[in-house]
């Protein structure tokens, strides 16, 4: 009976202290099949950051498209921002966009592929 309170304790803590998963690392989660992570998927800042390094021609590893749709769509990107990313050039250098808490910056190079920075907007 001690150790089942103690686990309710050390569960009621973390609770209080913020343990929970951040928007951010539940899109990654609900995304993650197999392996257990996605390739070129990196969660930043303690939740609060998704970094993507899109698959490139030169590039063979990194996120691929499906992968990266998954994420972005977990996030909620407004159509209208996954359109401007499809229109993105390697001639446009960086885009931003902002949406409900969150700022995306990226790139697009055909060599390189799609690079997403995703930031959550401090309150």
């Known amino acids: 009976m001690k150790q089942l309170a103690a686990l309710v304790i050390v569960g009621l803590a973390v609770a209080a202290c913020g343990g929970g998963t951040t928007p951010i690392e539940e899109a990654v989660e ?3 099949y197999g392996s257990g992570e996605i390739e ?3 969660i930043a800042d303690e939740g609060q950051s ?3 390094n899109g698959q490139g021609e030169d590039e063979i590893t990194g996120a691929n498209i499906f992968d990266t749709f998954c994420l972005l769509n977990e996030i909620e990107l407004p159509d209208s921002v996954i ?3 499809d229109s993105t ?3 446009s250098g960086q885009q931003e966009a902002t949406w409900n808490d969150y700022t995306a910056y990226w790139t ?3 060599d390189n592929g799609l ?3 995703i930031e959550t907007n401090a309150d």
Do not use: E
């Open 30 to 32: 609900a995304c993650v």
């Open 40 to 42: 070129g998927v990196r």
């Open 50 to 52: 998704l970094l993507i």
């Open 83 to 85: 359109s401007r990313m």
């Open 89 to 91: 050039s390697s001639l």
């Open 108 to 110: 697009y190079h055909p």
């Open 115 to 117: 690079d997403i920075i």
